[in-house]
């Protein structure tokens, strides 16, 4: 039998989980997943840690130690995130060291609520750095306007970045110039550039579910036919944009002074329709010096029955810039479904974010009742 996942290792596509909890960390899942699954990263969200948070008995113990304490509850929050983060850490850190510091990462977010302010989320993200302190952590700061800056701000400072939430080409030139712009100020600010890494998380599934929408209220054979392909599209035209920046004069500079490039991640690659094969957003977006961060049911069906083609994306761009011109001509406005977008996956972190709040308020009243 094939193994699917070690031959996308193979193409040069990271394997990352798009999960973590303490449960499956007591378990020893993710070192499962590791000798296995050929996973070498993970990445976390508010939803993720909200969910993890809610199911069975692993956090008690913290929890308990926190309410004892008297730690204010965004602190407790942050405390009971970092636990996890170092541990899986630790778990990766063969991985890490085995590959010179490319994989091994894992990705912890700042507060979604500040989303829009540059400074906080600067500020949060060089904090967040300093209390998981492990070198392989990713601090994961979201692309949106206000966040441009922070991307550079903290690479400036020396500190590796998982951008998120990025959906539109247009935003994603701006985050790959962003981290140029911020190894340029690490390099005058005496950092070793062979230290700072990032990934630019842009998310594949969600598209297709934004646009398909709006194709099925046109209900044409038209639009018919271009369901489910304009997410695939979009990032693969993402990656036509990362092959120009790294042939670039200003990236060969800083490629010379040490520096790493900056990884075109895919996110959100569970298939949010059945209708589609639930391998797709793995298999048809193979390409070299990408990671796939997946969850665990997409990383399962792709070691049961994904069919790895070798590089799905080289000679594509042609006709992946004709969905966007088909969508366009149906009178679907690009600009338009990336700001929906992104407006929806900030609020979604943000609504994950409260719910996670409420759930720690809970449980540490509850404790400190005890």
């Not at 296995?36 to 990445?43: C, L, M």
């Not at 979009?234 to 004069?249: I, M, Q």
Request: proline fraction near 3%.
């Amino acid at each position: 039998m094939s193994d699917a996942l070690a031959e996308l290792s193979a193409q040069g596509v990271s394997v990352w989980l798009d999960d973590i909890s303490r449960e499956r960390l007591q378990s020893g899942n993710l070192q499962q997943l590791i000798d296995d699954r050929h996973v070498v990263g993970v990445t976390s969200n508010p939803t993720i840690f909200q969910k993890a948070l809610e199911k069975g008995t692993a956090y008690d113990e913290q929890v308990r130690d926190l309410a004892l304490r008297e730690i204010a509850l965004d602190g407790a929050i942050r405390y009971l995130m970092a636990y996890d983060i170092r541990w899986a850490c630790e778990v990766l850190r063969p991985v890490y060291d085995r590959t010179n510091r490319v994989d091994g990462r894992v990705s912890i977010e700042v507060d979604p609520r500040i989303a829009h302010d540059t400074a906080r989320t600067t500020a949060e993200a060089k904090g967040l750095q300093w209390l998981v302190d492990r070198p392989n952590v990713l601090i994961k700061i979201p692309a949106t306007k206000e966040g441009l800056p922070s991307i550079t701000a903290a690479t400036a400072a020396g500190v590796s970045v998982n951008v998120t939430l990025i959906f539109g080409l247009d935003r994603y030139d701006a985050v790959m110039d962003a981290y140029l712009t911020g190894l340029e100020q690490a390099k005058e600010n005496g950092h070793d550039l062979s230290q700072i890494h990032s990934v630019a998380s842009f998310f594949v599934s969600r598209v297709d579910t934004e646009v398909d929408k709006r194709l099925d209220k046109i209900g044409t054979d038209e639009a018919a036919a271009v369901r489910g392909k304009a997410g695939i599209a979009n990032a693969r035209l993402a990656y036509e944009r990362y092959e120009k920046v790294v042939g670039s004069e200003r990236w060969q500079a800083l490629k010379a002074a040490g520096a790493n490039e900056q990884r075109p991640l895919w996110a959100s690659t569970g298939v949010k329709d059945p209708a589609y094969d639930d391998t797709m957003y793995v298999v048809e977006l193979v390409a070299p010096n990408t990671v796939n961060t997946m969850p665990e049911a997409t990383l399962n069906a792709v070691a049961d029955h994904g069919r790895i083609r070798g590089n799905a994306i080289a000679g594509t761009y042609a006709d992946s810039q004709k969905v966007l011109d088909d969508l366009a001509a149906l009178g679907i406005q690009y600009n338009d479904v990336i700001e929906v977008l992104e407006a929806e996956g900030v609020q979604k972190f943000e609504d994950s974010y409260a719910q996670l709040v409420e759930s720690v308020k809970t449980q540490v009243g509850a404790a400190a009742r005890s």
